[in-house]
């Protein structure tokens, strides 16, 4: 099963969602992608997914420009402006989905305050791809 995970920045959102369903099984062909990528994954992503004991320090972002011509089983947009802005596909999207969440880079204040950000996003993200990941890919997978 062939799965892309939307954002703009495709530096935490994203990243972290591609890294969940990776591990949740690593036979999925998961890749993310972003509007107008950042240069980097943001280090408080990479931070609060280490504690999880997944590493993402060596994810780069990349553009949706290089995966629009791939066929994929789901499109998923993790960001609403990534949900406005969702290129066209030539390559056959089975079915497009939003589960949105809330910029954890976009928070001001202290370190310990993003730090929480990051942290309750992750686990808002953790939940809801696990739940993706249970009726869209296990329940296919049985048949059902």
Do not use: W
């Amino acid at each position: 099963m062939r799965i892309l995970i939307l954002c703009t920045g495709n530096s935490c959102r994203s990243q972290m969602a591609e890294a969940f369903l990776k591990h949740f099984n690593p036979a999925l062909e998961v890749e993310s992608a972003g509007t107008e990528p950042a240069a980097t994954v943001h280090p408080l992503a990479v931070e609060v997914m280490a504690e999880k004991h997944i590493d993402i320090s060596q994810a780069r972002p990349k553009s949706v420009a290089i995966f629009t011509h791939l066929p994929f089983h789901y499109v998923i947009t993790v960001c609403d402006n990534a949900r406005e802005s969702c290129p066209v596909f030539l390559g056959e999207v089975k079915q497009e989905l939003h589960i949105g969440f809330d910029d954890p880079a976009a928070v001001e204040g202290t370190e310990e305050e993003k730090l929480a950000a990051f942290r309750r996003v992750r686990d808002e993200i953790h939940e809801a791809f696990k739940k993706f990941y249970l009726e869209h890919v296990v329940q296919r997978e049985q048949g059902n």
